[in-house]
Every structure is written in C-alpha cells, then in structure tokens.
C-alpha cells in the first residue's frame, strides 16, 4: 500500500511507504471516527474504509489494527503522541495549529487540517504544511445545506492537489452529491459498521 501527498504546485502526487491510499485509486473512500473502548474490526471490514480517525486518548492498539488492515491512523489533535502510537498522522481541529504540528511531524507524517466552511482557513492550512483539509463538522448534519458543502469541495478541488474530507452526518443523497463534487474522503457519522456499509455503498464504483 501506497501514500499518496498531494503537494500545492505538484502536478503529480508524490508517493511514499505508509498506509494512506493506493496512488491509482482516486475514487472517493471513508474514513470512519473510532473513539476509545469501540472495537474497528467491523469498520475496517468495510472496503471503502480508507482509514481511522482516533479521538480522546490514543492507543498503539487501534493504530495497530488499522495498519494490519492496510489502513491509515490518524489521532486528533495529538501530534505529540503520534510516533509514539505509530499512527500515520493527525487531525488538527484548529488549523491556526497546522504549522506547529508541520515543524513537529518533519518526517512526512500526514496532517490534516479541519476548517469547517472556511475557505481562507483551508489555504492557509496548506501553505502551513498540512497535506489534506477537513470540510464541515464532524457528527453535525452540515449547517448550511449540503449544496454549500458540495461547492466548498468543488472550489478546493478546482485551486488546490491537496485532499480533501468532508465530514458530518449525511444521507445516501448527500453521500453521493459530495463524491460527484470531487470530495477525496468522507467522514460520515454512524452508528455502527452497518449503517457505514450502507452508505459505502452508496459512493461511485471505481473505473477500471
């Protein structure tokens, strides 16, 4: 498995050892929230599953797991604790910290940088260093209507090579208007594994 950066002013991404995505799968894949106690066997059994996102206090056992699976682990807002777990990176949910966490992480550790529906956030968040944003808000139905998300996406994927989430609580309509709009991952609320499988299926099957 290979990590795909997609660098500002790179017309090709740059790959790397690691477990993030496949650098000829550009279709649209999930990243699932995997809080502490739940177990991620059953969403990293999901094959749209690009990787976990580990809120609250991090475990090298979930890291573990997600990377056994030729997965990625992402730990919010702990890039301290980053190759100390072994994950593949962090979530920073105030991108005004994108450019600590980039000095911290020298070593190509993959930052993600959530701006909500900011748009001047998100591109000061890649030109801070972070190798991908995060749209909207994380287990909130998007505030200002799916159609505003679905454009933030649009515009990023027209001005910038870096990826781009897009997280909150979506429909099967919503999952399929994101992915049309150009979004790289999605980081839906479920749940349980069940409702995350409904709603990969849901996301475009891949060209071959």
């Not at 649209?28 to 739940?38: D, E, H, I, M, N």
Request: one cysteine or more.
């Amino acid at each position: 498995m290979s990590r795909t950066r997609r660098r500002k002013g790179r017309k090709e991404p740059d790959t790397e050892p690691g477990n993030w995505v496949e650098a000829t799968d550009q279709s649209c894949r999930l990243l699932v929230a995997c809080p502490a106690g739940l177990d991620p066997a059953p969403f990293l059994a999901v094959a749209a599953v690009a990787g976990l996102v580990l809120p609250g206090e991090p475990e090298a056992d979930r890291a573990a797991a997600a990377q056994a699976a030729g997965r990625a682990a992402f730990l919010v807002d702990r890039p301290d604790r980053v190759r100390a777990v072994g994950a593949d990176g962090v979530l920073i949910e105030r991108p005004g910290e994108v450019a600590a966490a980039r000095r911290l992480l020298d070593r190509g550790e993959l930052i993600g940088a959530a701006v909500g529906s900011t748009r001047h956030d998100a591109m000061v968040a890649g030109e801070d260093g972070a190798d991908y944003v995060l749209f909207g808000t994380p287990g909130k139905t998007p505030a200002d209507g799916i159609e505003n998300l679905a454009a933030h996406v649009t515009w990023w994927t027209e001005i910038a090579v870096l990826p781009c989430v897009v997280a909150g609580r979506f429909t099967l309509d919503d999952v399929r208007r994101l992915a049309a709009a150009g979004a790289d991952f999605l980081l839906p609320d479920v749940d349980g594994a069940a409702e995350l499988a409904t709603l990969a299926a849901a996301l475009p099957v891949p060209e071959r």
